[in-house]
């Protein structure tokens, strides 16, 4: 069993900056992939990016890449988001998910444990 919390969410103007946490339970975290995904509103939960057990590869989606950056040190049991060149659109509750698997996985459904969310709104 693992338990993921998020902090770091909050309220920014638009193209401001912001860094997610994610901090797990487990000391074997560097067993696991770890994706960041969010939700707005009345929209799905969407795939942000994912990083692989050891932190060698990373994946994100169209949307942010080149402004968000997904980085893990296993040693604190932690992965991060870095955001920068934040948009209104960037705006929802992001979550992180784990799975124990080296991989990179896009699909939620393939995440076995899942954060409580944090928020990030920001303003135009």
């Known amino acids: 069993q693992v338990q993921l919390v998020e902090s770091g969410g909050g309220l920014v103007q638009a193209g401001g900056s912001l860094r997610l946490s994610c901090a797990a339970s487990r000391r074997t975290f560097s067993w696991y992939g770890v994706g960041w995904f969010r939700q707005a509103p009345g929209k799905e939960r969407d795939f942000v990016a994912a990083?692989?057990?050891?932190?060698?590869?990373?994946y994100y989606a169209d949307s942010v890449k080149g402004r968000f950056t997904i980085s893990r040190d296993n040693a604190k049991n932690t992965v991060y988001l870095q955001m920068n060149s934040l948009k209104p659109e960037d705006t929802a509750v992001y979550y992180c998910?784990?799975?124990?698997?080296?991989?990179?996985?896009?699909?939620?459904?393939?995440?076995?444990?899942w954060g409580q969310g944090t928020q990030v709104t920001v303003s135009s």
């Open positions: 990083i692989s057990s050891t932190g060698g590869s990373t």
């Open positions: 998910a784990a799975r124990r698997d080296y991989g990179i996985f896009l699909d939620a459904g393939k995440y076995d444990y």
